[in-house]
């Protein structure tokens, strides 16, 4: 199973993918900024979803609607899922993420690791794959388009096929970019 990555090819199964969010402040461009950082982090051009204009799911009431994305990059030598992740973190923050005061505030930046190659993870700072990204149309109405193909570990069914058994959602679009 492999995708174009950077006009080269490349094994999905070795990517990175990283979903990413925003809902406060100008959350078109926040998208934008963040993928320009994301690259790098990778050792070829990222792979790209388009932007798409999402509802807040299991959000506090009243929370505006989400620009959501997801890119998948080629780690470098020696990234581990962890190191990974501290990087997102890190970046979050730089984008005025503050510690939660609640459960799924609104946020500048959200970027959460769906996959790292074919590792898994469980601990208490990450678990790998993402544990709710197979039922997420948010996640994987924009991964389907680079990654239609891909099986998350853990799973039987390819991000299309698991995007075709979600309910519909009206309130997705997407976003001219």
Known sequence: MKSEVGGQRSEVRKAAFVALG???GDARQNILQALRRLQQL???PLLRSSLWQTSP???PPGSPRFVNAVAALAPRAG???ESLLAKLQAMEKDFGRQPKKMLNEARALDL???AFGGEMRATQELIVPHPRAHLRRFVLQPLSEIAPDLVLCGQTKTVSQLLEALPPDESIRKLDT
């Open 42 to 44: 990778s050792e070829q």
């Open 22 to 24: 925003s809902n406060l």
């Open 79 to 81: 990234e581990t899922p």
């Open 57 to 59: 799911v299991d959000c």
């Open 112 to 114: 959460d690791l769906i």
